[in-house]
């Protein structure tokens, strides 16, 4: 039997290339039905124009609409414990241990956190139109904590290194443990930041507008970045899928070509 004049490494190349290439079109697939259904949520600001369309609405009620704004907290807000002037409506902090043990089956000290501590706190809040520090239109974010994404900005992090003194070197040989460091964090959503979130916006009074969690079941969302950034991070991600599914689609064609070109030459070598 003649040998094969193709590697093995080649052709797993080629179903390799072809599988990815197909799994990032998927992707890409997916993540364009994401975006199509992103374009047809209303946007609106804290502004007459959304008053006029929610007293036009039935039971003054959007159901599932953006909203983008600026936060501007409805009383007093929160200071940060860490950095002078950081002031924010809602505050978490967080305090973890990390320490490291002794593995008697490996020889080794692995590590681990442990004894963490998280502190939150929260003011009502509410968003004005961008630009606008004092505005006759505001809407009020009702259960922020509620709210899908990360919009919690750091704004402190610190790693305490643990002094090791002679009691603690005995300590440790008797009990196999040792700390490490505390890691010590803060996350602020602050005031003046843009902020576009995702739910029901209703009217009460004739001027409250609330912005709170969908009763049709549709995910509530906070983003700290304004429409415009948001949608244009799903269309970069978007690109990015479309543009990996394309250069693997190319790689595997490539290398089938390069295959069949070499079984074509094989059997032309053969018939001469």
């Known amino acids: ?45 804290p502004d007459q124009h959304l008053v006029k369309t929610l007293k036009a609405s039935p039971y003054k009620r959007l159901q599932y609409v953006a909203v983008e704004g600026q936060i501007q907290a409805d009383g007093e807000p929160l200071a940060s414990q860490f950095v002078p002037r950081c002031l924010g409506v809602i505050q978490k902090i967080a305090v973890e241990e990390h320490w490291k043990y002794w593995n008697p089956s490996t020889k080794a000290w692995d590590s681990r956190k442990m004894n963490r501590k998280e502190t939150n706190n929260m003011v009502p809040f509410s968003l004005i139109s961008p630009g606008a520090y004092i505005s006759d239109f505001h809407v009020k974010v009702q ?33 196999g443990e040792k700390p490490v460091a505390m890691e010590e964090s803060e996350e602020l959503l602050r005031v003046g930041s843009t902020v576009t979130g995702f739910g029901e916006v209703v009217l009460e009074g004739g001027r409250v507008m609330r912005l709170q969690p969908p009763q049709d079941g549709r995910t509530y969302i906070l983003v700290p970045t304004s429409h415009r950034s948001f949608m244009d991070s ?27 070109y070499k079984l074509v030459g094989k059997q032309d070598d053969r018939s001469k």
């Open 143 to 175: 259960n922020p904590l509620e709210a899908s994404g990360c919009f919690l900005e750091r704004v402190y992090f610190r790693m305490r290194r643990a002094e090791e003194g002679l009691m603690n070197v005995v300590l440790q040989g008797l009990s």
């Open 1 to 45: 039997m003649s040998e094969f004049p193709v590697s093995p490494l080649v052709l797993i190349g080629v179903g390799s290339s072809f599988a990815f290439s197909g799994l990032f079109y998927h992707l890409y697939t997916e993540k364009k039905k994401e975006l199509e259904k992103l374009k047809e949520i209303p946007i609106f600001k």
């Open 234 to 260: 799903h269309e970069a991600s978007a690109s990015v899928w479309k543009m990996l599914a394309a250069v693997t689609g190319i790689t595997g064609a490539s290398l089938a070509a390069m295959v069949i």
